[in-house]
């Protein structure tokens, strides 16, 4: 991941780097008040030559569907099988704060969600809802390949209105395996048949669905000392927005515990145990956290994304790259 804070003149920089060290994917995030990710998108994609780059999230309520399409096409004009499109209902409190919460933030989310997909298909737009109305918009820009959209979302019935109309699911950090597991069995088991909510894709036999896993990630020598490095990247996860990330551990009860007993979310995760934090986190030796991203592959999830949790985030993306084959 580009870290919401790097300094703007290291971002490029940062981007040619991971894809000189072998990484597959470069994700770019948009959270209020920091960068845009359709802009951030477009300046790693045209500084770099391979590497795949996922945006996530774009908040549905923040942008017309007809013009989120029409960059998300631009760029897979430009970028063909580069990009990576996520969607989501967006931090309540930040969409509240510019006006943008919806009543039903479900509903918004799969109109939006099946509005921008028929649209990059270069199909007119489907019939207005609730909240989405581009009924008979047509994007003559149609890409070769239409983008893979998937949707950013945390809870399970959110969980289940990505199995069903977009391309996947995007899991925000903490994404253990028993968290990826569940989200599994919450979109149908991962796969669906290729025309499931979009007539025009049928006959196209089954198609796998796309199981992206954010987490916290420190490399280190001393996989003790690196845990402990990662935990101010675990800070905010006792917080009541990621109860469903954590629903599943077998700790779930003693970690809610241990955040009403703590001060804030600075002392929550400096004195968690060492073991919570190795199922939490990408974080340990080399071996260490191959193995922590084997068992979320296992689990389901199609690509594990790193966030780097150290300060010097090129000094991180150098040492998170010996977790790669080579």
Known sequence: MVPRDLPVDEVLGYAQRAEELGFDELWVVEDLGFRGGVAQAGAVLARTSRITVGIGILPAGARNAAFAAMELATLAQLFPGRVIAGIGHGMPDWMRQVGAWPASPLTLLEEYTIAVRTLLRGEPGPASGRYVKVEGVVIGEKPLVAPPVVLG??????????????????????????????????????????????????GQGERELEVITYDAAVVGDDGRAARDLVRPGLAWIGEPDWAPHLAAMPFAEDLARHRRASAGPEEFAATMPDEWVRELALAGTADDVRAQIAARHAAGATSVVMIPAEPDRLDSLNCLARVLPH
């Not at 899991?171 to 796969?191: F, H, S």
């Open 153 to 202: 979302v945390r809870g399970p019935r959110s969980i289940t209105v990505a199995g069903r109309v977009a391309d996947g699911v995007l899991l925000a950090e903490p994404a253990a395996p028993p968290y990826v597991e569940a989200a599994v069995r919450q979109m149908g088991g991962g796969t669906r048949p290729a025309g499931a909510g979009r007539p025009s894709d049928a």
